[in-house]
Every structure is written in structure tokens, then in C-alpha cells.
């Protein structure tokens, strides 16, 4: 079957842009994640929807990160004002509700100059 | 806090030799234990998991993984090394808590010779 779909796969914006990145995750999964990889600090957990419940926003690095879950499906990580340091590949995955495994899409590469 | 430790930025290993990749952690209550593998410019793609049982798990291309609580590791260990085995290795931990957010290792980048 699908797996966990992310859009674009690479992203160049100019510093002080925001950008919006996409996840699709598996059909049925309800539970969705996003993580951060970069060079210098390997990979690192952002955000955590889980159904209706408020999501974990413990990894967020600062208020210019955000992210929504509509419809139990899709989501949306929106960075405004990107600074060069937001560089890295966005990782997203989805697993089921009691299931441990996450799976995880191919990423989202943002390259800000 | 929870952590994870993989002691080798690379391992090195000849085809048909058998290969070990090393991780330890640290995290409070009992462990859920991952490894994913990623090869270049891709996603990271699930190979096992140890969550409670036997602690010698099985997962997918002949890959195994031994837990061993005393020593709080977590190896990755395959009888046979292929070429195309060659790839990034993460170790990744979440306790047993309702917060489900892995953390990762550094990673290991395996590199299988002919």
C-alpha cells in the first residue's frame, strides 16, 4: 500500500520567507510526527498528533514553528521567517494508535539562502 | 531524559563477514528499542523493534538485534554482510510513558566492501 507521502521534496526560500511543508501520512494511521535532520544535530523529534488529543509540542525549536493536523489526516509544518539555520531535511511519520512502529515518508529538504 | 549512544561513526566490514552495530541508551521505565536504516537521499525505513518477549528480535533482510537490559544495549547484528547492506544505521528509544516521541542515535554509516 501508500506510504507516508511528504511535499515538496526539496524547498529553496530566501531568509525571512516562511514555508509550508506537507505530509500525507497512511491511511488509517492516527497518530503523526514530524522530526527535524540536520548535520549538526542528527535527528531530532519536533512535533506528535495523536487523534483529537492536544498535540505534543515539546521539540518545537521556537515560535516560528507550528504545525496543524486537519481531518485526522494531512498536515501542514509551517516555518515562518526561516533563518539559514532551519537548513535540514523534514522527516514525517505515522504509525496506528497503539502500534509502535512509526514510518516514515522520504522528507522534505529546505535549503534557505 | 531519555538517550541513546552509537559509540562508531563507521563500521567497516567485507562481504560474507558478519557485521555488529552498536547502540546503547538510557531512559527511565522499560525501553521500546528501534533500529531504521536509511540509504542516501531516502526516508528512514524501519528494520525491528523490541518492545517486550524474547529479547533476540528478528527483522527484515536477515537482520537481528539483541536486548540486553544489564548492559542497556541494543545491537544490530546480521550473519552475512551484503554490499548493499551499505547504508546509515539509527538506533532509536521511547520509554514505556504515554509521550511516543523517539530520540535517535548519531547514526552509523555501514560500509560493506566487495
Known amino acids: 500500500g501508500a506510504g507516508v507521502s511528504q511535499s515538496p521534496s526539496n524547498k529553496v526560500t530566501e531568509k525571512g520567507k516562511d514555508v509550508e511543508l506537507r505530509c500525507d501520512p497512511i491511511?488509517?494511521?492516527?497518530?503523526l510526527y514530524w522530526y527535524r535532520q540536520s548535520l549538526g544535530q542528527g535527528l531530532e523529534f519536533l512535533i506528535y498528533f495523536q487523534g483529537n488529543s492536544a498535540p505534543d509540542k515539546s521539540g518545537l525549536p521556537s515560535d516560528r514553528f507550528s504545525a496543524e493536523r486537519t481531518g485526522g489526516s494531512v498536515s501542514t509544518l509551517t516555518i515562518q521567517r526561516t533563518q539559514q539555520e532551519d537548513s535540514a531535511v523534514y522527516l514525517c511519520?505515522?504509525?496506528?494508535?497503539?502500534?509502535?512502529?512509526?514510518?516514515f515518508g522520504p522528507g522534505t529538504r529546505l535549503l534557505v539562502l | 531524559a531519555q538517550s541513546v549512544a552509537q559509540p562508531e561513526d563507521q563500521v567497516n566490514v567485507a562481504e560474507g563477514n558478519p557485521l555488529t552495530v552498536k547502540c546503547t541508551y538510557s531512559?527511565?521505565?522499560?525501553?521500546?528499542l528501534f533500529w531504521y536504516v536509511q540509504y542516501p537521499n531516502r526516508g528512514l525505513q524501519f528494520l525491528l523493534k523490541y518492545i517486550t518477549g524474547d529479547n533476540l528480535v528478528k527483522g527484515s533482510y536477515g537482520f537481528e538485534a539483541e536486548f540486553n537490559k544489564s548492559q542497556t544495549s541494543f545491537h544490530l547484528k546480521k550473519p552475512s554482510a551484503l554490499v548493499s547492506d551499505s547504508a546509515l544505521y539509527f538506533c532509536a528509544v521511547r520509554d514505556n510513558t504515554g509521550r511516543r516521541a523517539l530520540t535517535f542515535g548519531s547514526g552509523t554509516r555501514l560500509q560493506v566492501q566487495p
Open positions: 531512559v527511565s521505565g522499560n525501553p521500546y
Open positions: 511519520a505515522s504509525s496506528w494508535d497503539r502500534a509502535e512502529t512509526q514510518y
Open positions: 491511511s488509517g494511521h492516527t497518530a
